[in-house]
């Protein structure tokens, strides 16, 4: 039963190098999504996807590329990352059409940029 | 676009006290859903608990109840006989759907300390 598996948990960075934060789930839920927690900020969604090959941008999507080719995994990439991208990640999908929609999250990314 | 709003950003309570956390939202749509989520020190994000909007009937989940007043868009969330292990961030989130789009939107969190 491991639900939403995202890895790594820690993850420290140069400016300008890449990374790719990978997110998988087996509960062959339709909707995934990203989001990066700040202080004081809440969670914002960076990058959603509703199904396979469907991906669209959330509120905070510069910086940040994701694909969807299967069902289960949902990557988020980071093309050059930046100190401002210092952050916790999360992943999460849901159920969707059911009337049991609701997020079940991954264990979370910190990830510090220098 | 959907704002939540938590006004309360800390908050404590006494272990075996009762506990309401305030959460008020903005939104023209009529069907939703509005949660509660919990982030202990461990940084999991766990589902507290879940209100469908069509639903009059408040939610409740053993300890944990919500006051739903759609009509003055608020959704509080009331811990009875707080426990040392309530301690954490809690998070109000509404989802919206549209087909098979979801959209959510997280409030600010509030930080609950309960005291031995």
């Known amino acids: 039963n491991a639900g939403v598996t995202q890895t790594p948990k820690f993850q420290v960075l140069k400016t300008g190098q890449s990374m790719t934060l990978q997110c998988a789930q087996d509960m062959n839920h339709e909707y995934m999504s990203w989001y990066r927690q700040d202080p004081g900020m809440g969670l914002r969604l960076i990058h959603y996807s509703v199904g396979a090959g469907i991906t669209d941008q959330g509120e905070v999507p510069n910086g940040y590329n994701v694909s969807r080719s299967t069902t289960e995994d949902f990557p988020l990439r980071l093309l050059s990352a930046a100190p401002s991208q210092t952050s916790v990640y999360f992943c999460a999908s849901s159920p969707s059409g059911q009337g049991d929609e609701k997020l079940f999250f991954g264990s979370g990314t910190q990830l510090s940029v220098l | 676009a959907q704002t939540v709003t938590q006004s309360q950003p800390e908050m404590s309570v006494q272990e075996a006290e009762t506990v309401t956390l305030s959460c008020t939202y903005d939104t023209s749509e009529n069907n939703y859903y509005l949660f509660w989520y919990k982030q202990p020190p461990s940084r999991q994000m766990i589902l507290v608990i879940r209100?469908?909007?069509?639903?009059?009937q408040n939610a409740t989940e053993n300890r944990f109840s919500v006051n739903f007043q759609k009509a003055a868009k608020s959704f509080s969330l009331k811990i009875s006989d707080s426990q040392l292990g309530d301690t954490a961030m809690y998070f109000c989130a509404f989802m919206k759907r549209s087909g098979g789009y979801q959209k959510v939107t997280f409030g600010t969190g509030t930080k609950l300390q309960v005291i031995p």
């Open positions: 209100q469908e909007a069509y639903k009059q």
